[in-house]
């Protein structure tokens, strides 16, 4: 029995963003139903390095499949200048749960940006206005694109706003979508006032105005994923109907992590988690409701929902390099 090696363009290829949305989803119904195990993610900082490590290990039961995995993925702010390295560069090993075989070591980097843009879809599918035409994203950086992809994957966007200090990569995001969206940049202010809201920056000090928020947009808090990180208005969070994806997580680094902390939000302030409005233990999206926020720290049961179907699809198509990794084929 081999072991699959897939790398970055492998994954991508092998892993169709509407069948990554569709196993998320399974992920965090799996999640919430108790069919999951995902132990709290833990960080090893690196001070002398300006960087972190985190692991984040999963297994995870679905009515079609099972499946198990460990994403093991830095952040090292300093590699694009000093090392002409990615900031971001992870592994994530595959496992068949059933006799632990490592099925697949896969690019954790690809695999990530593909699992975060599919969890804003699910979350948008769930708690945004049906008739959603117009995204907005805050941070035109590599997240920004899934974003738009994965969202446009379960809502019909027409006009699209992105939101950026760096203006080549205003430029460079409305280039590549200006055949298929009514794409643009503009402020921050403008983007936020779209139907459906990505924020992907990494900034500690929100930039996210509460009266630029439109009366019943949808936002996906994505940026925040360290203690200190902080995008949004506290008066958004505390005006919306807020969602998260796991209280650990988001209590300890997710958008409301800064706010939690000094006791602006607490427990009553949180409506449910994405796990349990998808099961449909809690409503998404009701005719009453105004503005709603996901808090979006990501989930190892999400990179292991995406491993599985790249894995599933690289094997039909032989993508990939097989080798006999424990010398047992």
Request: aromatic share 6%.
């Amino acid at each position: 029995m081999e072991t699959l090696l897939l790398s970055g363009d492998d994954v991508r290829m092998s892993a169709p963003l509407s069948e990554v949305v569709t196993a998320v989803e399974a992920s965090f119904a799996a999640f919430a139903r108790g069919d999951a195990q995902m132990p709290a993610k833990s960080y090893i900082d690196l001070p002398a390095y300006n960087g972190d490590f985190r692991s984040m290990p999963a297994s995870l039961s679905t009515p079609e499949w099972d499946a198990a995995g460990l994403k093991w993925i830095n952040v090292h702010p300093d590699n694009p200048e000093r090392f002409d390295l990615p900031t971001v560069v992870g592994t994530m090993i595959y496992s068949d749960p059933e006799t632990g075989f490592p099925l697949a070591i896969l690019d954790g980097k690809e695999l990530t940006r593909l699992r975060t843009g599919a969890a804003a879809a699910v979350a948008t599918d769930h708690l945004a206005v049906v008739d959603a035409d117009s995204f907005g994203v805050v941070g035109a950086g590599v997240q920004s694109y899934t974003q738009l992809r994965a969202i446009s994957q379960v809502r019909d966007i027409d006009e699209v706003v992105v939101a950026d200090h760096d203006a080549e990569r205003v430029a460079a995001f409305v280039a590549a979508f200006e055949d298929e969206f009514d794409a643009a940049g503009g402020s921050i202010a403008e983007a936020a006032s779209c139907d459906v809201v990505s924020t992907v920056t990494p900034v500690e000090s929100p930039i996210v105005p509460r009266d630029a928020v439109g009366p019943r947009t949808h936002i996906n808090a994505i940026g925040a994923d360290a203690a200190g990180k902080h995008e949004l208005d506290d008066d958004i969070l505390l005006d919306s109907r807020l969602v998260i994806d796991d209280y650990e997580q988001t209590t300890h680094s997710g958008e409301i992590n800064v706010p939690w902390s000094q006791g602006l939000l607490d427990n009553d302030d949180i409506y449910g988690s994405v796990g349990e409005v998808v099961t449909g233990e809690k409503p998404g999206r009701t005719d009453g409701d105004g503005i709603t926020v996901f808090d979006s720290t990501g989930l190892a049961v999400q990179d292991v929902a995406a491993a599985h179907v790249a894995y599933e699809h690289a094997t039909e198509a032989d993508v990939g390099y097989a080798f006999d990794f424990l010398g047992v084929a």
